[in-house]
């Protein structure tokens, strides 16, 4: 297993969450980090990507909301998710991409609801 989320669960619109992701079994830091996540019925879209020298990447409707990290010694990948709304709702997925070599998550589901 490569990549391992934690830190999903119940909230109510306005919350935080903090998302963790820990890698293992290739170069962290060689590898490009994303967030995904798919809400019921709906296509798996990219959230959040931070790339090898920690340039980062959100999707319109997360900007000023989620920030995204990375810790290389300890391979480790963060999503902060604030001002959670119901929208924000479904299964979030960490990925690495390395020149292509792509590897997924088991996924971590983020309920937000009143």
């Known amino acids: 297993v490569q990549l391992v989320e934690s830190g999903g669960g119940l909230v109510q619109p306005g919350e935080s969450l903090r998302l963790s992701c820990a890698a293992n079994?290739?170069?962290?830091?060689?590898?490009?980090l994303n967030w995904y996540r798919q809400a019921p019925g709906k296509q798996r879209e990219l959230v959040a990507s931070?790339?090898?020298?920690?340039?980062?990447h959100y999707a319109d409707s997360v900007k000023g909301r989620f920030t995204i990290s990375r810790d290389n010694a300890k391979k480790m990948v963060y999503l902060q998710m604030d001002s959670l709304q119901g929208e924000d709702t479904g299964v979030y997925y960490c990925?690495?991409?390395?020149?292509?070599?792509?590897?997924w998550g088991q996924g971590t589901q983020v309920t937000v609801s009143s």
């Open positions: 990925n690495r991409d390395t020149n292509g070599v792509q590897s």
């Open positions: 079994s290739f170069i962290f830091s060689l590898a490009m």
């Open positions: 931070i790339s090898q020298d920690s340039s980062t």
